[in-house]
C-alpha cells in the first residue's frame, strides 16, 4: 500500500531564508507525487507533480522539489520565504486513481 | 471555464437532518472525486467516479451515498447527519486514460470546499 508521511507538522521561518518541508513516501513502484497548497480559508492549488521525467521539479512561485527514489524523499524547496507562503503544504502520492494524502505541513513566516 | 464548483460554500445542519452537496465541473473530466478535510489533517476519499453512471468507495464512504447521471454533475448526499460529518468537504476531478490506454493528465483540479457544521 502508498502512504506518505509528512516530517514536520509546522514549520516556521524568517521572511528572506530557505523553506524546507520534509516529505516520505512508500511505494512499491515508481511513483506520481505531489505538493498541494491550501491557504487560509482557500480551495487547494497545485504547486508542482513529479510523474518519472526530471527528478528536480520546479513549481510556482519559486518552489521546487526533487525526488529521490533511494531516500524515497520528495521533499519542498524555496529559496527565500516570502510572507505571501505562510499557508498549509500537502505532501501526496498517487496510487492508481486515487491520492493519498499527507497531514499537511503548517508554515509560518516571521517577518 | 468555472473549473469545479460546490454548493453551497457553508451550511450548518442538525443532527438527523439530510442534505445534498452539490459538485460541478466544466472540463469534460471523465474522473470525479469526494473528500473531507478534518481539522489539521490531509484529505480523506469518501466516493470517487470513473465516468457517467459508475461509482465507487473511497476510503470513508459510511453515511454518503453519490450518483452520476451525467459527467459534468456529481451531488453528495448525506442522509442523517451526525456530528462527526463535521468537516470541510472538497470536490475534484480529473481527466483519466485508463490503465489500458496510458495516464491521462495526472492532476485533480478541486473545488473551492463546502464548510459544515452538523449540531
Known amino acids: 500500500a502508498q502512504s506518505v508521511t509528512q516530517l514536520d507538522s509546522h514549520v516556521s521561518v524568517s521572511e528572506g531564508t530557505p523553506v524546507l518541508l520534509r516529505c516520505n513516501y512508500s511505494s512499491s513502484y515508481s511513483p506520481s507525487l505531489f505538493w498541494y497548497v491550501q491557504h487560509p480559508n482557500k480551495g487547494l492549488q497545485l504547486l508542482l507533480k513529479y510523474t518519472s521525467a526530471a527528478t528536480l521539479v520546479k513549481g510556482i512561485n519559486g518552489f521546487e522539489a526533487e525526488f529521490k527514489k533511494s531516500e524515497t524523499s520528495f521533499h519542498l524547496t524555496k529559496p527565500s520565504a516570502h510572507m505571501s507562503d505562510a499557508a498549509e503544504y500537502f505532501c501526496?502520492?498517487?496510487?492508481?486513481?486515487?491520492?493519498?494524502w499527507g497531514a499537511g505541513t503548517k508554515l509560518i513566516i516571521k517577518p | 471555464n468555472a473549473g469545479v464548483t460546490q454548493t453551497p460554500k457553508f451550511r450548518i445542519l442538525k443532527i438527523g437532518q439530510s442534505m445534498t452537496l452539490q459538485c460541478a465541473q466544466d472540463m469534460n473530466h471523465n474522473y470525479m472525486y469526494w473528500y473531507r478535510q478534518d481539522p489539521g489533517m490531509g484529505l480523506k476519499l469518501i466516493y470517487y467516479s470513473v465516468g457517467a453512471g459508475i461509482t465507487d468507495k473511497g476510503e470513508v464512504p459510511n453515511g454518503y451515498n453519490v450518483s452520476r447521471s451525467t459527467t459534468e454533475d456529481f451531488p453528495l448526499r448525506l442522509e442523517l447527519a451526525a456530528p462527526s460529518q463535521t468537516s470541510v468537504y472538497f470536490c475534484?476531478?480529473?481527466?483519466?486514460?485508463?490503465?489500458?490506454?496510458?495516464?491521462?493528465?495526472?492532476?485533480?483540479?478541486f473545488g473551492p470546499g463546502t464548510r459544515l457544521t452538523v449540531l
Open positions: 475534484a476531478s480529473s481527466y483519466e486514460v485508463g490503465l489500458a490506454g496510458g495516464r491521462g493528465t495526472d492532476t485533480q483540479y
Open positions: 501526496v502520492v498517487r496510487s492508481n486513481y486515487q491520492l493519498i
